[in-house]
């Protein structure tokens, strides 16, 4: 009986690994005839090291390389289990001889073209589940990679990076369209109404994904201050060296009076920060915000997708989290008040869905007590978030049930709006600061007017500005493709459907209205403006459930897989970038 059981359970194992490396070897011969490809096109990827530089996708094949492929291609053809397999089986080193003596992979292109045809219209489920595996390897490898550099171990990994730079780069040269295009994504929502929204079996278990984004926030802020990669004093993030540690110095100097004359435009930001410095001192206090950033931020995505579309919605934000433009442009731009500003806007919006079901008065305090925090935070993201959240509120006023209760929570909430302003100018005025709320909400207004009479919407110069602020503000942070279209699908999907579809599009909208009108200088910060962890899990989550009806769970799991690998590698890599020089 036991040795039957071990029978059985050799020969299941053998089954598995002969199963997983004809799928590696499939995926990764596709994966290598298109770094080729690209190579061959003379294709190159814009990357942070330190500064922005220009990476070319290149493999150095060498004999090693040819052979490797060839027996990848080999291993392949004999999954195809038909004539036409044995055909390929021979093509193979056919194809590697050949190769070597032209020293061209052409023909090594060529024969994998003709499996990846075979496998395609044979099997392409197969096809696909193969592509995935091999990105899922090829992103562990450069995720390996970092992390050993970070540490300081050398590693012979270094090869894997062309890959990962293939895998977006070639979007890159029409990223500003795409990136257009996910703001202005209710124009799709007559394309993607008929679409149905079924839900998937894939499930993450909530507590793990949100601790396992937890100890990759972690990671990355152990990156950026690697020894290895960052051995001197310096802080990581513009803000956090010409205007963080110069203010923590200055508070510590002054004390509390000095927290609403230097930060009259975020007074409970620079509250925190005083803190921190008088406990850990100016340069660790600094150090340790882009830290509570990423923390604060996971949390706040778990907790506000929760409340607006369930658990599953939830466990991808915060499994997301991490790896989206607020933490490369954060992280980047040292926008770590605007960032805790933004985390409190979606506490804010997971308060409002409570009252809105329960009808608790606690929950109405709690909501308006998050939102008046997020203004105090920082002035510019509390009053986007703050309009944000009034126009929602007038949509449910116009939309939804219980309309005298939303109506008096929405009079509430400007009356406290004004006689906060009033009084933040009055106290704010009294220290000798002369630029009060009022007067930063108003100058940001002129300021926005004065763009979009100097320069037409759609213009040949207005392109050029939002180009460049796809392109080179923040570095390559806007350059993962990922955020952009699966907010795109999201929010065309969800519309203006219950309050998680309202405040989705509502946000959106309102970030959209700032872009077009925004100075060339100010673009990129506009963009920080929303939370893309939200649309991209309710995206990833209709993705899931699509490929599993079409495919089945196995396809579905690996994408997810895939997506949050790569996106690991994305920001790890642009981490590493920060950490060397940024």
């Known amino acids: 009986m036991v040795g039957a059981i071990k029978k059985v359970s050799v020969k299941s194992l053998m089954s598995c690994f002969t199963n997983l490396l004809f799928l590696f070897s499939l995926g990764f011969s596709a994966l290598l005839m298109w770094v080729s490809l690209l190579s061959i ?38 999954g195809l289990k038909r004539s036409i397999g044995l055909l390929l089986v021979i093509a193979a080193p056919l194809a590697l001889f050949v190769s070597l003596w032209v020293d061209n992979p052409l023909p090594l292109i060529i024969a994998t073209f003709a499996l990846l045809a075979c496998w395609l219209s044979i099997h392409p489920s197969y096809l696909t589940t193969a592509l995935l595996v091999g990105i899922c390897v090829i992103e562990s490898l450069v995720i390996t990679y970092l992390m050993f550099r970070a ?32 703001f202005f994504s209710l124009f799709l929502l007559p394309l993607l109404r008929g679409m149905p929204q079924k839900s998937s079996s894939l499930r993450f278990e909530s507590k793990a994904t949100t601790l396992f984004s937890l100890l990759v926030s972690f990671m990355l802020w152990l990156v950026l201050y690697s020894p290895s990669l960052n051995p001197g004093p310096r802080l990581v993030g513009v803000d956090s060296r010409i205007r963080y540690y110069p203010h923590a110095m200055i508070l510590l100097e002054e004390g509390p009076s000095a927290v609403l004359r230097i930060g009259y435009d975020r007074p409970l930001s620079y509250t925190i920060l005083l803190w921190l410095a008088s406990w850990l001192g100016p340069f660790e206090a600094v150090k340790l915000l882009p830290l509570l950033s990423l923390l604060f931020y996971v949390v706040s995505c778990y907790i506000a997708a929760k409340e607006l579309w369930g658990k599953h919605v939830a466990s991808l934000a915060s499994l997301l989290a991490p790896f989206t433009y607020t933490a490369t442009a954060g992280l980047y731009g040292g926008l770590f008040n605007n960032w805790f500003s933004l985390s409190l806007a979606l506490l804010a919006s997971a308060a409002l869905a409570k009252w809105q079901k329960t009808g608790k008065i606690l929950w109405s ?88 009479a100097k320069r037409p919407l759609f213009s040949a110069v207005w392109w050029d500005d939002f180009s460049f602020a796809v392109f080179n503000y923040a570095a390559t942070a806007a350059l993962d493709p990922t955020v952009w279209l699966l907010t795109t699908l999201a929010a065309g999907l969800v519309g203006f459907n219950g309050l998680g579809g309202g405040l989705t599009n509502c946000w959106l909208t309102t970030t959209a209205s ?14 920080f403006d929303f939370p893309y962890p939200l649309t991209e899990a309710f995206a990833v989550a209709y993705i899931a459930s699509f490929l599993e009806r079409k495919w089945g769970a196995r396809a579905s799991k690996l994408c997810v897989t895939a997506l949050i690998l790569y996106k690991f590698a994305y920001t790890l890599n642009f981490a590493y970038g920060l950490a060397l020089g940024g």
């Open 41 to 78: 096109r003379g294709f190159a990827c814009p990357v942070f090291e330190g500064k922005l530089v220009s990476k070319t996708i290149f493999v150095p094949l060498g004999l090693a390389g040819a052979i490797v492929w060839s027996f990848a291609l080999f291993t392949a053809s004999i």
């Open 151 to 182: 540490i300081g171990l050398p590693t012979p990994l270094s090869a894997a990076l062309p890959f990962h730079f293939s895998l977006y780069c070639f979007v890159a040269p029409i990223l500003p369209p795409i990136v257009m295009l996910s």
């Open 365 to 452: 305090i709690i909501y308006l007590f998050l939102l008046a925090s997020s203004v105090a935070s920082h002035v510019y993201m509390g009053v986007v978030t703050s309009f944000v959240f009034t126009v929602t509120l007038l949509l449910q006023l116009v939309r939804g049930p219980k309309r005298s209760r939303i109506a008096s929570l929405l009079l509430i909430q400007l009356v406290l709006f004004t006689i906060g302003v009033n009084f933040a100018d009055k106290i704010i005025e009294s220290t000798g600061q002369r630029l009060l709320p009022s007067k930063i909400v108003q100058d940001l207004v002129n300021a926005w007017l004065r763009t979009s």
């Open 514 to 527: 700032l872009m077009l009108l925004a100075p060339k200088e100010l673009i990129f910060r506009v963009f």
